[in-house]
């Protein structure tokens, strides 16, 4: 008999994987969730992992198929600690590598666009899920989310620049399928939301579905970079500031078809979702 197919989903307590692992266990995989703290989930296998301390790779991969790759957060070279995981997986039997990006990130580009690159040399099934950025980013504990509840404002060095948000539910259906349909539904997968949206939009809507003013406070990528600094690693500091100057150009200034292509329903809009959230984590 035919064992069900095993993906191992690494950055298991993160935003999008969060979002995968019960979409997996719908699809009746078996799942290895792996981080340095995995979760305790009833059906769910867990594996201690750091992309940085290889001791712990070779035990998420145990009888592992297919993968879910998050890069380690804020690392301006993942492909150092990525590329020889990715290796070892093949070589351990991983058959197909579905791995995290972002839109703004090209195959080849700066950061996880060489783990992008890298991919197709490794794996003759992959697909690089690049998402916009993320509607969650305006709820629970992210930074943008806290301050505009605590201070009414929400701080960027994008100007009137405008991004396709999409919902972290989207993202982890696409990666569900990626992962686990017989084809990889496309390689090169960039997802946004139905529409795109200045942080001008974004306050507005903020303020409308849950009742409380937030005013997008416009600031110079320069005074980004430093506010960034006071909280970070300065060289993180500069690279996010870099990206918030991209998106104020209108590099992010698009939608795509990707969700609704992939999962054959149209993606969510930031008011479904701060709907949804307006009673616990937007308030």
Do not use: C
């Not at 804020?74 to 990715?86: E, I, K, N, Q």
């Amino acid at each position: 008999m035919t064992r069900p197919l095993r993906v191992l989903v690494t950055g298991a307590t993160g935003t999008t994987a969060t979002a995968l692992l019960p979409e997996l266990r719908r699809r009746e995989v078996e799942v290895t969730a792996a981080s340095r703290n995995p979760p305790a989930t009833a059906g769910i296998r867990s594996a201690r992992f750091d992309w940085y301390d290889p001791a712990t790779h070779d035990a998420a991969l145990d009888d592992v198929d297919h993968a879910y790759l998050v890069p380690p957060p804020l690392d301006p070279d993942p492909a150092a600690a990525m590329v020889p995981f990715l290796e070892r997986a093949r070589r351990r039997g991983v058959r197909r590598a579905v791995l995290l990006s972002a839109s703004i990130v090209p195959a080849g580009g700066p950061a996880v666009g060489r783990v992008h690159q890298a991919l197709p040399r490794v794996f003759d099934e992959w697909a690089v899920v690049r998402p916009s950025w993320f509607m969650q980013n305006f709820t629970g504990d992210h930074p943008h989310a806290r301050e505009m509840r605590a201070e009414g404002t929400v701080t960027t060095a994008t100007g009137d620049g405008r991004i396709g948000f999409v919902d972290a539910g989207d993202i982890a259906a696409v990666a569900a399928r990626a992962l686990t349909d017989d084809e990889v539904p496309g390689e090169d997968l960039v997802l946004t939301g139905p529409e795109a949206l200045s942080y001008g939009d974004v306050a507005e809507a903020y303020s409308a579905v849950t009742g409380r003013p937030v005013a997008h406070r416009a600031i110079s990528q320069q005074a980004l970079e430093k506010r960034f600094s006071a909280v970070m690693d300065p060289s993180a500091a500069a690279m996010l500031a870099r990206v918030d100057g991209l998106v104020a150009s209108g590099i992010e200034d698009r939608v795509t078809d990707t969700v609704e292509r992939v999962t054959g329903r149209p993606p969510r809009s930031l008011d479904d979702v701060l709907r949804r959230v307006s009673g616990s984590a937007a308030r």
